[in-house]
T-cell receptor
Framework: DAKTTQPTSMDCAEGRAANLPCNHS???????VYWYRQIHSQGPQYIIH???NNETNEMASLIITEDRKSSTLILPHATLRDTAVYYC???????????????FGTGTRLQVTL | SQTIHQWPATLVQPVGSPLSLECTVE??????LYWYRQAAGRGLQLLFY??????ISSEVPQNLSASRPQDRQFILSSKKLLLSDSGFYLC????????????FGSGTQLSVL
């Protein structure tokens, strides 16, 4: 699986958009980009994933560059409850009956402030 | 809806004692099951995964073992705990199709003293 690079930490003011970058320059054509977040002392929570096209759901938007070498997770209106560690993961899609083995790095610690 | 239960939430064990952590999933059948460990200040490390009853794959050599005696039950065990086994243990499940999302339990904080 391709390696990802994320900033160690970021700050964001409450109510503003939080833009979390991720570099995955060695990504291959069949690898998906996943984002999870982990609030302190809890299990990680799935946010969003995509292959080529930009994606949006009720939690966030995922912007993937045309060459797929980087992506940005956007939280449109950050709140204090969005303070967490955010993980960017790339993973090849397995076939039916295979396991979704995801490798979590150290992620970006997002601190949302008043 | 699907839920995942993991217990206990915290555990303090002496070095050399046995370990058994249990995880059960409700509301789905034939899930893929996973055990992850997170050391303090570190990322999550995949320890074991299972695609069916009795089928266990180990990702890293270690002092731990896993078993899946029933479709929705996943157990993490050790015969003799080491200090280095301390950490935050997380159970997770996913569906069977490709690119399925992982759903995590609330975790067990294990301290080996």
């Amino acid at each position: 699986d391709a390696k990802t690079t994320q900033p160690t930490s970021m700050d964001c003011a409450e109510g503003r958009a939080a833009n979390l970058p991720c570099n995955h320059s060695t990504i291959s054509g069949n690898e998906y980009v996943y984002w999870y977040r982990q609030i302190h002392s809890q299990g990680p929570q799935y946010i969003i994933h995509g292959l080529k096209n930009n994606e949006t759901n009720e939690m966030a938007s995922l912007i993937i560059t045309e060459d797929r070498k980087s992506s940005t997770l956007i939280l449109p209106h950050a709140t204090l409850r969005d303070t967490a560690v955010y993980y960017c993961i790339v993973r090849v899609g397995g076939g039916t009956g295979t396991a979704s083995k995801l490798t979590f790095g150290t992620g970006t610690r997002l601190q949302v402030t008043l | 809806s699907q839920t995942i239960h993991q217990w206990p939430a915290t555990l303090v064990q002496p070095v050399g004692s046995p370990l058994s952590l249990e995880c059960t999933v409700e509301g789905t059948s034939n899930p893929n099951l996973y055990w992850y460990r997170q050391a303090a200040g570190r990322g999550l490390q995949l320890l074991f995964y299972s695609v069916g009853i009795g089928q266990i794959s180990s990702e890293v050599p270690q002092n731990l073992s896993a078993s899946r005696p029933q479709d929705r039950q996943f157990i993490l065990s050790s015969k003799k705990l080491l200090l280095s086994d301390s950490g935050f243990y997380l159970c997770a499940w996913s569906g069977r199709a490709s690119n399925e999302k992982l759903f995590f339990g609330s975790g067990t904080q294990l301290s080996v003293l």
